[in-house]
């Protein structure tokens, strides 16, 4: 039986071992700069700009998902943006990540969301197989720009 719960700061290192396990996946694992402590900050402490939800299956964590809201100009409507979906691999295939995308998709309508949007590597096959067999759509018009570190701060230095 599965089960999605909100995530709690007692769940702080499982979060942190699901995000390391999903880096390793996406083949990014020196990306994670992150630490139990930014884990707590960043989805516990007042005001965090992000939430988690926890799968589980018998009690055993098997997943995760890290969303946020965003805002759509052009809808004048808050969106839902998963940031993070990882489910272990051994209980892939069962439901989970389905029933978080569900439950996902149920918080987005009832806030009044216009959307609800997610990013997947290029590469990753199954994931887009998966996420097409669900209804949703690339927005291949769209590409992501991202400043980072020191061309961050070179930037916002002048």
């Known amino acids: 039986m599965i089960r999605i719960r909100p995530a709690v700061e007692a769940d702080v290192d499982t979060i942190l071992r699901f995000i390391v396990e999903l880096a390793r996946y996406e083949k990014a694992e020196h990306e994670v700069k992150t630490d139990a402590e930014g884990i707590r ?32 100009t052009w809808l004048g409507r808050k969106g839902l943006y998963l940031e993070d979906l990882y489910i272990t ?47 949703a759509e690339p927005q291949d018009e769209w590409v992501i720009y991202r400043l980072t570190g020191e061309a961050l701060k070179r930037f916002a230095a002048g």
């Open 89 to 135: 691999p051994e209980e892939r295939g069962g439901g989970a990540g389905k029933g978080l995308l569900q439950q996902l998709a149920r918080m987005a309508v009832e806030q009044g969301c216009g959307r609800f949007e997610w990013s997947v590597l290029d590469w990753n096959e199954p994931a887009i197989g998966f996420y097409k067999s669900l209804g």
């Open 41 to 72: 900050r960043s989805l516990f402490a007042e005001g965090s700009p992000a939430s988690a939800l926890i799968c589980e299956r018998d009690g055993r964590a098997i997943g995760y998902a890290v969303y946020f809201y965003n805002y759509s």
